[in-house]
């Protein structure tokens, strides 16, 4: 079992950074690839971005809308995973969740059924 919690939503403005921190508590930190994916009002959950298991230099990978503004890393030993977010437009408005994956299956990594562990999600609001 793992348990996540996030933190450091808030209202930012247009142009603005905001960084997340999902900090996990219970198996292996480092075993689990991490993703961040986030609902926006009246839609489906979508991929953010992932960091396979390992080290803080695991490969990475982000969805084509925020490639180039948002950063994921690890600290294992803070069994935390963060999500630096600079640049933030309207569009990025949603409740983002991080997720944990034993699998880490480069071919599913973006899909989120494939995430055993879920946290509750915090609320990013960029105002238009």
């Known amino acids: 079992q793992v348990q996540l919690v996030e933190s450091g939503g808030g209202v930012v403005q247009a142009g603005g950074s905001l960084r997340l921190s999902c900090a996990a508590s219970g198996e292996t930190f480092s075993r689990y690839t991490m993703g961040w994916f986030r609902q926006a009002p009246g839609k489906g959950r979508d991929f953010v971005a992932a960091i396979r298991y390992g080290g803080a230099g695991a490969n990475t990978y982000y969805a084509e809308s925020v490639k180039g503004r948002f950063t994921v890393s690890r600290d294992n030993a803070k069994n935390t995973v963060y999500l630096q977010m600079r640049n933030l437009q309207p569009e990025d408005t949603a409740v983002y969740f991080c997720?944990?994956?034993?699998?880490?299956?480069?071919?599913?990594?973006?899909?989120?059924?494939?995430?055993?562990?879920w946290g509750q999600g915090t609320q990013v609001t960029v105002p238009s």
């Open positions: 997720a944990a994956n034993s699998g880490g299956i480069l071919s599913t990594i973006r899909l989120q059924h494939t995430y055993q562990y």
